[in-house]
């Protein structure tokens, strides 16, 4: 026994002095480790940073002052981070590349802010929407625009919600991926509906008005059963896609109450729209989603009026003290009429149940009409602003 243990370890020490690097390969070795650090602000639950791909922005330096060189010294691109799905969903396949990528071409209700720039693009043969943080963005915003990417990949998918395909969350620009729908916002698409347009005709009838009520309505209903609430329901918050289904849109109100960094903006372009009670500064209550989705039933059979438009903002709530209520379009029918009127009723309690509404538009889409609605003329933008109660420094941000 001595014999083999002396001769194992002369044999080991040859090894050692004459062959090295096979002593080496039969040591244990320690893990690497491959973790990223996000510098300068900490990942939102809900986005896993550690799974990630390689993923090129297929964008000119036109259309960003972001100087790749600058930042990415490994050269390495910006990875994708898929959004976290619910257990019983498959994780989304990751993309190879964004295609097409070019600035998307804004209008009144779809703007970028002073921290975001939109985007239109291709990923995996499909049309998508770009949201990147300018490099000019502070920590502040950089935490805002990932946590609001959280909040939407926690909330989950419904089929009138917009999908939330990824998130670019390593390395800038950081880049959210929404589905692109094709229509845009509701309010732009109403005011297509007041031109005779040969090639792209507008047929928004009043089943169409149903259907679409209660498609926003289910969304609604899904937000409310996780105790959220939308609080800036109209036309300008819903989108819509090529085959003019409705998804509800504006969320990031609602990531802001949840994350309780803010209340109730006290903004004068939504106080048409706002329910009595959030005129005086009360809590908003789902009654309150009500009240403007009435509003919203409204704009549709409007063909995207203001609402309210004779009344100002300062007598906006005494109009609403004496029971007065919204003129009825020409174009609406007694029963949507009526259906408007009782969700905008004075008393929280005498609005109806959301699932007593959702009833009700699922029962009037059967007996509507498929007549297409018109009205008189164009918009002028000018006056609308007047009448909705904007002001000059508003933002006009849906996304």
């Given at each position: ?264 903006r006290d903004d004068p372009s939504m106080k048409k729209w706002q329910a009595p ?123």
């Amino acid at each position: 026994l001595l014999l083999a243990s002396f001769l194992v370890t002369l044999v080991f020490i040859l090894l050692l002095r004459y062959c090295p690097e096979k002593v080496d390969r039969i040591r244990p070795r320690k893990k690497i480790t491959t973790r990223r650090i996000l510098q300068g602000i900490d990942a939102p639950p809900g986005l896993n940073v550690l799974e990630h791909e390689s993923i090129a922005l297929d964008m000119p330096t036109s259309y960003s002052t972001f100087d790749a060189s600058k930042t990415y010294q490994s050269q390495r691109f910006p990875t994708f981070t898929p959004i976290v799905q619910p257990r019983e969903l498959p994780r989304q396949r990751l993309p190879e590349s964004f295609n097409l990528v070019a600035p998307l071409q804004g209008s009144f209700s779809l703007r970028a802010d002073a921290s975001v720039s939109l985007y239109r693009a291709r990923m995996e043969n499909r049309n998508v929407v770009l949201r990147v943080l300018k490099d000019s963005a502070d920590a502040d915003e950089r935490h805002d625009f990932l946590g609001f990417a959280s909040f939407l990949s926690q909330l989950g998918p419904h089929p009138f919600l917009p999908e939330l395909l990824g998130v670019v969350s390593i390395r800038a620009p950081l880049v959210t991926v929404v589905e692109e729908l094709e229509n845009r916002d509701l309010l732009s698409y109403l005011w297509q509906c007041r031109q005779d347009k040969v090639d792209n005709p507008c047929e928004m009838t009043e089943r169409r008005i149903f259907t679409m009520g209660s498609q926003v309505a289910s969304a609604l209903e899904f937000l409310h059963s996780k105790d959220l609430l939308h609080g800036n329901i109209r036309a300008r918050s819903v989108l819509v896609t090529k085959q003019l289904t409705a998804k509800l849109w504006g969320l990031h109100g609602v990531y802001i109450r949840k994350s309780k960094k803010a209340t109730q903006r006290d903004d004068p372009s939504m106080k048409k729209w706002q329910a009595p009670e959030l005129l005086v500064r009360k809590a908003a209550t789902k009654s309150s989603d009500i009240w403007s989705f009435g509003i919203l039933l409204f704009e549709m059979t409007s063909l995207g009026d203001a609402p309210f438009a004779e009344i100002s903002i300062n007598e906006l709530l005494q109009f609403h003290q004496r029971g007065k209520s919204l003129k009825k379009p020409s174009n609406c029918s007694n029963s949507l009429y009526a259906l408007i009127k009782s969700c905008c009723q004075w008393k929280e309690q005498d609005r109806p149940l959301l699932v007593e509404l959702s009833r009700k538009l699922v029962s009037g889409e059967k007996s509507a009409s498929d007549k297409v609605l018109k009205a008189s003329g164009t918009v002028n933008l000018e006056q609308y602003l007047q009448e909705a109660g904007y002001g000059e420094a508003n933002s006009y941000t849906v996304f």
